[in-house]
Every structure is written in structure tokens, then in C-alpha cells.
């Protein structure tokens, strides 16, 4: 089956810390696709990253940078200097191969940057 | 186009009412999915179409509820005699490969 969990329900910071969010799946499949996506207020959700279970570079993209491990089937997310405009829920995501299957989506982790 | 949109945004609903929800995909993406997300979870799976074919349907897609995708261009949500526990937001997603993109979704009450 697969599952991923976000274990950080909540999180506050103060601006300009850095944080690291959670990610850590389950799945048989040896090809697989993970995701992070932002939910502002607004409700929408916002596309932030796609990483295939075959590139296990981490990424660096401005203040945002992911740290993919599959030896501990992790994905987490970092947000360095945070800024109140990253307060959010983000959730981590994962597809299993690339024939239209669904994603599965983590519970999320609500991101409060306190001014 | 440049994004995913949905109509309406917000619907507020009597009990019992039945209710017609819109998605229209990026133009030229084939799959198009439904989701529900009820206040703090995820997003949750209902239902996926490659162009007009409705391929799979979640076990939460019950009876009272049925998506159409004619001529495999935008997608519509029913939800026939809604019932409480169906307030929720209700978001589409349309991809090409693994690269997807969310409507802003459309948030039901129903009352």
C-alpha cells in the first residue's frame, strides 16, 4: 500500500529561522514520483517540486531545498530564512507510476511564521 | 488558459439539494482528477479521467455521486441529495505525465 506520513501536525517559527518539514512514504513500487505542494489561505494548492524515486540529487531553488533519501524514504523539505509569506500547509505527495494513478497525499503540516 | 479553474468557488447548500460542480483542465493536459479535502487532511482521492474515459472511481465516490468528462475537455462533479458530511472542498486536477496542476478548488456547505 501506499502511504505518506507527516508527522509535524503544526509548526511555528519566527521570521528568518529555518525549517525543515517531514516527509516520509511507503511504497512497493520501484517507480514512483514525490511531490510538494503549499495550500495558502486562499486554498489553492501550489506546485513546488516533483523529484522521480530515480534522482536522488537534492535541489536547491532559492530559499527552498529538498533533501531526498531512500534509504530512509524521506523527502523533506527545508525553508531557509523563513518569511510570514511561507505560512501554509504543505503537503508531500506521492504517485506511484506515471499511467495516471492518483496521488496520495500526506496529512499536512501547517507552517505559521510569526513576524 | 493558464491554469486549472473551477466553478463555483463557494457553494452554500440546503440539505437534500442536489449540486453541479465545473473543472476546466489545462487545455492541453489528458488526465483530469477529482479530490476531496475536508478541514485539516489531504487532499483524497475521488476519481480520474484520461480524456472521457473515467478510469477509476475511489469507494468514496458513492452512489450519490457522479463526474462526467464529455469529449474529454472539462469535467463536471454531482452530488445528488447532499447530506452534511459532504461539506468539503472539492478540487480538480489536471496533468500531463506527473506534472500537476490544482484548481483553486470549490468549497460546498451544506446546511
Known amino acids: 500500500a501506499q502511504k505518506v506520513t507527516q508527522a509535524q501536525t503544526e509548526i511555528s517559527v519566527v521570521e528568518k529561522e529555518d525549517v525543515t518539514l517531514d516527509c516520509v512514504y511507503e511504497?512497493?513500487?520501484?517507480?514512483?514520483?514525490l511531490f510538494w505542494y503549499k495550500q495558502p489561505p486562499s486554498g489553492e494548492l501550489v506546485f513546488l517540486i516533483r523529484r522521480n524515486s530515480f534522482d536522488e540529487q537534492n535541489e536547491i531553488s532559492g530559499r527552498y531545498s529538498w533533501n531526498f533519501q531512500k534509504s530512509t524514504s524521506s523527502f523533506n523539505f527545508t525553508i531557509t530564512a523563513s518569511q510570514v509569506v511561507d505560512s501554509a500547509v504543505y503537503f508531500c505527495a506521492l504517485i506511484w507510476d506515471n499511467y495516471g494513478q492518483n496521488f496520495v497525499f500526506g496529512p499536512g503540516t501547517r507552517l505559521s511564521v510569526l513576524p | 488558459d493558464t491554469g486549472v479553474s473551477q466553478d463555483p468557488r463557494h457553494k452554500i447548500t440546503k440539505r437534500g439539494q442536489n449540486v453541479t460542480f465545473r473543472c476546466d483542465p489545462i487545455s492541453e493536459h489528458n488526465r483530469l482528477y477529482w479530490y476531496r479535502q475536508t478541514l485539516g487532511q489531504g487532499p483524497e482521492f475521488l476519481t480520474y479521467?484520461?480524456?472521457?474515459?473515467?478510469?477509476?472511481k475511489s469507494r468514496l465516490l458513492s452512489d450519490r455521486f457522479s463526474a462526467e468528462r464529455p469529449k474529454g475537455s472539462f469535467s463536471t462533479l454531482e452530488i445528488q441529495r447532499t447530506e452534511q458530511g459532504d461539506s468539503a472542498m472539492y478540487l480538480c486536477?489536471?496533468?500531463?505525465?506527473?506534472?500537476?496542476?490544482f484548481g483553486q478548488g470549490t468549497r460546498l456547505t451544506v446546511v
Open positions: 486536477a489536471s496533468t500531463r505525465n506527473t506534472e500537476a496542476f
Open positions: 479521467f484520461q480524456n472521457e474515459a473515467q478510469l477509476e
Open positions: 511504497t512497493r513500487d520501484t517507480t514512483y514520483y
